[in-house]
């Protein structure tokens, strides 16, 4: 990615299920369901905003009455950067984390946090 | 034993009986024979219908499968732990040795184990005065925070402990949630549940566990279970 200084940037980040495995949304209905996150460390660039897909609803075994917000199968996660006007150019690295939770329609899987790290030339 | 085929023989054998002695014939021996051969067919008829019977009586009740548990060689003793309840009271697994012990790895956040969790309140009720206890390991990060009023909104009536990673990784590195372990009253594995699992499968294991060494079980006596839940 190549970003000037004083300018915004947009960064996908690809994440890809396998089939039968759906990761609550970022906007669970119920509270004690852990949401899809991406953090970003706040430096060299400054975090406009976190886009994610819209959600769909699912029933599973397990939830029969109450569908679950989820994503499944592949899809992006858009994420706005604002490169600040007194940034020092050069080579940098943005460094974020992705936590999710996933499942089955039987089991489900603790929650897993991993680094995204993405490459950087300011100008 | 065919039947008609024997009535057959036994119907040419008096023919025969009657045709060549004719003349000669001793009717008391022949007599003989067939109050024998009556007899014999009254009492293989009482017997059929004595098996008719205890074969319909046996096929409406509640057989246990042989396979839900491992055969005895098979089972390898349990990891023993050390974890917190929830008033910090450390809980041995070994503690439980001389019961029968369903061992479930569980969170707040888990859908398919919510499912399971009222069966377990029903076997604990059902069970606990048979040598039975269920011990619900909580694997949420948050810990306590959520657990306690998670088991207080539910009326969780069976004991649970805090887990953590050392923990699952003695036990094989449980990673899917729930898993179940049944216990045997040696404290050895008998049975493993990953994922939902149906609730007649831990019923049928609990139950032939039940049965083994329930005259010999010397319980040993845990300290009492501080519920968190119980109603």
């Not at chain 2, 040598?131 to 909580?138: C, K, P, R, T, Y």
Request: glycine share 8%; net charge positive; charged share 20%.
């Amino acid at each position: 990615m190549t970003g000037k200084r004083g300018a915004e940037l947009s960064a996908k980040i690809a994440v890809s299920l396998g089939e039968g495995y759906h990761v609550n949304s970022n906007t669970p209905h119920e509270a004690y369901l852990i949401p899809l996150k991406l953090t970003w460390t706040p430096a060299p660039l400054e975090v406009a905003s976190v886009i994610f897909p819209k959600p769909h609803d699912e029933k599973y075994q397990f939830s029969p009455d109450q569908p679950l917000s989820v994503f499944t199968g592949n899809f992006e996660i858009v994420t706005k950067f604002k490169v600040p006007a007194d940034t020092t150019s050069g080579p940098a690295i943005i460094a974020g984390k992705l936590r999710y939770q996933a499942c089955n329609n039987n089991m489900c899987f603790p929650p897993k946090t991993v680094d995204v790290k993405l490459p950087v030339e300011i100008q | 034993m065919h039947l008609p085929r024997l009535h057959r023989v036994v119907s040419l054998l008096k023919r025969w009986l009657m045709g060549t002695h004719q003349g000669a014939v001793s009717h008391q021996r022949v007599f003989a024979f067939i109050r024998g051969y009556n007899r014999l067919m009254r009492a293989l008829c009482v017997i059929l219908v004595l098996a008719a019977l205890l074969t319909g009586c046996s096929s409406g009740s509640r057989t246990v499968k042989a396979a839900s548990v491992r055969p005895n060689k098979d089972r390898k003793l349990a990891p023993d732990f050390a974890l917190q309840d929830a008033t910090g009271h450390t809980v041995k697994l070994s503690d439980y040795r001389g019961k029968v012990v369903l061992l479930d790895f569980w969170a707040t956040w888990c859908g398919p184990c919510k499912i399971e969790i009222p069966w377990f309140q029903e076997f604990e009720r059902q069970n606990k005065d048979k040598g039975f206890a269920v011990i619900g390991v909580a694997m949420d990060d948050e810990g306590w925070d959520v657990v306690k009023p998670f088991a207080q909104q539910r009326g969780i009536n069976y004991r649970l402990v805090m887990g953590d990673d050392s923990v699952a990784q003695r036990f094989g590195g449980v990673d899917a949630l729930p898993t179940t372990f049944l216990i045997d009253r040696e404290g050895r594995i008998a049975s493993v549940h990953i994922g939902l699992t149906g609730r007649r499968d831990f019923e049928d294991g609990i139950q032939e566990l039940l049965q083994t060494g329930a005259g010999n079980a010397s319980a040993r006596s845990s300290a009492p279970a501080v519920l968190v839940g119980a109603r």
